[in-house]
Nanobody, 123 residues
Framework: QLQAYGGGLVQAGGSLRLSCAAS????????MGWFRQAPGKEREFLAV????????YYADSVKGRFTISRDNAKNTVYLQVNTLTPDDTAVYYC??????????????????WGQGTLVTVSS
């Protein structure tokens, strides 16, 4: 089970730290990714982190602004989102997958999904 939280209303230029807590399985067995979906748009890949946290990969659209990290002792993956703009308004989802393959940028490459947390950026 994945539980994403940390979203909210923030002004343009602001930052948030999104978290995704996992339970029920061995967290370090899973590659973890973050996606987002804005109204009327397809789900968009943002970032992925390897099982150990030693490797990360970002979408070009967020590279340099977003940072993915994980704490395997806390069974949690994070997404630090900085310099937010109204275009970043979306529901943000975490996802997990135990299979091999890198990077995992497509939604159907993930078996498990959190419920999403809403980020709203005001201008």
């Amino acid at each position: 089970q994945l539980q994403a939280y940390g979203g909210g209303l923030v002004q343009a230029g602001g930052s948030l730290r999104l978290s995704c807590a996992a339970s029920g399985r061995t967290f370090s067995d899973y590659v973890m990714g973050w996606f987002r979906q804005a109204p009327g748009k397809e789900r968009e890949f943002l970032a992925v982190i390897s099982r150990s946290g030693g490797s990360t990969y970002y979408a070009d659209s967020v590279k340099g602004r977003f940072t993915i990290s994980r704490d395997n002792a806390k069974n949690t993956v994070y997404l630090q989102v900085n310099t937010l703009t109204p275009d970043d308004t979306a529901v943000y989802y975490c996802a997990a997958d135990p299979r091999f393959g890198w990077p995992r940028k497509v939604p159907n490459e993930y078996l498990y999904w959190g419920q999403g947390t809403l980020v709203t950026v005001s201008s």
